[in-house]
């Protein structure tokens, strides 16, 4: 039986928005575009809070939330060791590297960031650093393979990514920008409690350099991939890429922002680089262990097909960021603070009702021409959220 290997990228705050296969035109990602052509694009992955803690806790331990700490020796790392998988993580945060030992991971990487501001070229940034000593391991994969039974082996990268240091080039930052009277953001530190009604230029400038650090994650995703794409087809490599939270940069109120698409939705690609195949879209609601599952049961010697990963989608998924709330269906996104459950809305405010998914944005409230609509979600969200009073 030929073994089989997987890796699997999580880069913390890419929200799917910023990917040309989720709509985003503003920039080019054409190494991530090439694997999504070839690969499975699940359209609406959605984290129920927009933690690194809560995400980890969901996908590896099956927690069901960030509160809970079951799982223990029964995550997805155990299960993978139980299985004969050898499991590496590569990560540049110290918080993951002490969660994936706690999760059963058989080795476990980390390589910490250097940078403290816009590095002099794209191999300077962390991210480089990284995904160059990822792809150099994957490299050996094919040295210390040559024995008749095979290893089966998973590499697991989280990077900080677009959510600690912004370190892309100045330069880089420069040529992002429309209008060439805007100064680039210059600084090091994501910006946060951004609002619609800042300063447009400032705006644009975070935006900018959001755009860059994209661009840095696109060339250096490219040496992991041709390391990838370089195992014998013995290896069958699984490649994956998803995040674990989007970054706000101002589109909604900083108040609410955490549950809206920018924060939450989050791009998840699963590509099989033993055959090159038109690319498959998955169009519904999903949790971020959807990329779990398709790699357990790449392992489990399933057949490749993709058909089957994300079959059918949940019904409805409820996302908390105290105090808010958003629940979603395959129509429709209402958003609302928690205890609110009014019969119609009191304003133009909140609740809010986006038609989903046309209105990938969420920025057309169309509450006050659905109130039936609105009082049908509050109870559902009601209904799977513990009651609480309303903090207004």
């Given at each position: 039986m030929?073994?089989?290997?997987?890796?699997?990228?999580?880069?913390?705050?890419?929200?799917?928005?910023?990917?040309?296969?989720?709509?985003?035109t503003?920039?080019?990602?054409?190494?991530?575009?090439?694997?999504?052509?070839?690969?499975?694009?699940?359209?609406r992955?959605?984290?129920?809070?927009p933690?690194?803690?809560?995400?980890?806790?969901?996908?590896?331990?099956?927690?069901?939330?960030?509160l809970?700490?079951?799982?223990?020796?029964?995550?997805?790392?155990h299960?993978l060791?139980?299985?004969?998988?050898?499991?590496?993580?590569f990560?540049?945060?110290?918080?993951?590297a002490?969660?994936?030992?706690?999760?059963?991971?058989?080795?476990?990487?980390?390589i910490q960031?250097?940078?403290?501001?816009?590095?002099?070229?794209?191999?300077?940034t962390?991210l480089?650093?990284?995904?160059?000593?990822?792809?150099?391991?994957?490299?050996?994969?094919?040295?210390?393979?040559?024995?008749?039974?095979?290893?089966?082996?998973?590499?697991?990268?989280?990077?900080?990514?677009?959510?600690?240091?912004?370190?892309?080039?100045?330069?880089?930052?420069?040529?992002?920008?429309?209008?060439?009277?805007?100064?680039?953001?210059?600084?090091?530190?994501?910006?946060?409690?951004?609002?619609?009604?800042?300063?447009?230029?400032?705006?644009?400038?975070?935006?900018?350099?959001?755009?860059?650090?994209?661009?840095?994650?696109?060339?250096?995703?490219?040496?992991?991939?041709?390391?990838?794409?370089?195992?014998?087809?013995r290896?069958?490599?699984?490649?994956?890429?998803?995040?674990?939270?989007?970054l706000?940069?101002?589109?909604?109120?900083?108040?609410?922002?955490?549950?809206?698409?920018?924060?939450?939705?989050?791009?998840?690609?699963?590509?099989?680089?033993?055959?090159?195949?038109?690319?498959?879209?998955?169009a519904?609601?999903?949790?971020?262990?959807?990329?779990?599952?398709?790699?357990?049961?790449?392992?489990?010697?399933?057949?490749?097909?993709t058909?089957?990963?994300?079959?059918?989608?949940?019904?409805?998924?409820?996302?908390?960021?105290?105090?808010?709330?958003?629940?979603?269906?395959?129509?429709?996104?209402?958003?609302?603070?928690?205890?609110?459950?009014q019969?119609?809305?009191?304003?133009t405010?909140?609740?809010?009702?986006?038609?989903?998914?046309?209105?990938?944005?969420?920025?057309?409230?169309?509450?006050?021409?659905?109130?039936?609509?609105?009082?049908?979600?509050?109870?559902?969200?009601?209904?799977?959220?513990?009651?609480?009073?309303?903090?207004?």
């Amino acid at each position: 039986m030929h073994s089989r290997s997987a890796i699997c990228v999580v880069v913390d705050g890419l929200r799917a928005s910023a990917l040309g296969a989720y709509g985003n035109t503003m920039y080019p990602t054409p190494t991530l575009d090439a694997l999504a052509a070839t690969s499975t694009v699940v359209e609406r992955v959605i984290c129920t809070e927009p933690t690194v803690d809560s995400f980890y806790r969901h996908v590896w331990l099956k927690a069901e939330s960030c509160l809970s700490t079951t799982g223990g020796n029964n995550g997805f790392l155990h299960r993978l060791g139980q299985e004969r998988v050898e499991s590496t993580v590569f990560t540049d945060d110290p918080a993951v590297a002490a969660l994936a030992e706690e999760s059963g991971a058989s080795r476990v990487v980390l390589i910490q960031g250097v940078s403290r501001g816009p590095a002099a070229s794209v191999d300077a940034t962390d991210l480089a650093r990284l995904l160059i000593n990822a792809a150099e391991f994957v490299s050996s994969w094919r040295e210390t393979s040559t024995t008749t039974e095979q290893q089966e082996r998973m590499l697991w990268v989280h990077c900080k990514g677009l959510a600690s240091t912004w370190d892309a080039p100045l330069d880089l930052r420069r040529e992002l920008l429309d209008d060439d009277e805007i100064q680039p953001f210059a600084g090091a530190a994501p910006p946060f409690g951004l609002s619609p009604e800042d300063d447009p230029d400032v705006l644009l400038s975070y935006r900018a350099a959001y755009a860059a650090q994209v661009a840095v994650l696109d060339v250096c995703i490219a040496a992991l991939l041709t390391a990838s794409q370089s195992l014998s087809k013995r290896k069958s490599p699984l490649f994956a890429m998803t995040s674990c939270r989007g970054l706000a940069l101002g589109e909604h109120q900083s108040s609410s922002a955490p549950v809206h698409n920018e924060c939450l939705h989050v791009p998840s690609i699963i590509g099989f680089s033993e055959a090159q195949r038109p690319g498959l879209r998955v169009a519904g609601l999903q949790t971020p262990d959807v990329v779990t599952e398709a790699i357990e049961a790449w392992f489990g010697h399933e057949p490749t097909s993709t058909t089957s990963i994300g079959a059918g989608g949940l019904p409805n998924l409820v996302s908390v960021v105290e105090p808010w709330y958003a629940v979603r269906t395959n129509d429709w996104t209402l958003i609302d603070l928690l205890g609110n459950e009014q019969s119609e809305p009191a304003d133009t405010t909140n609740p809010r009702l986006y038609a989903s998914p046309d209105d990938r944005w969420e920025l057309n409230n169309v509450a006050e021409r659905c109130p039936d609509i609105v009082a049908e979600l509050q109870q559902l969200a009601a209904a799977s959220t513990p009651r609480r009073k309303n903090p207004r």
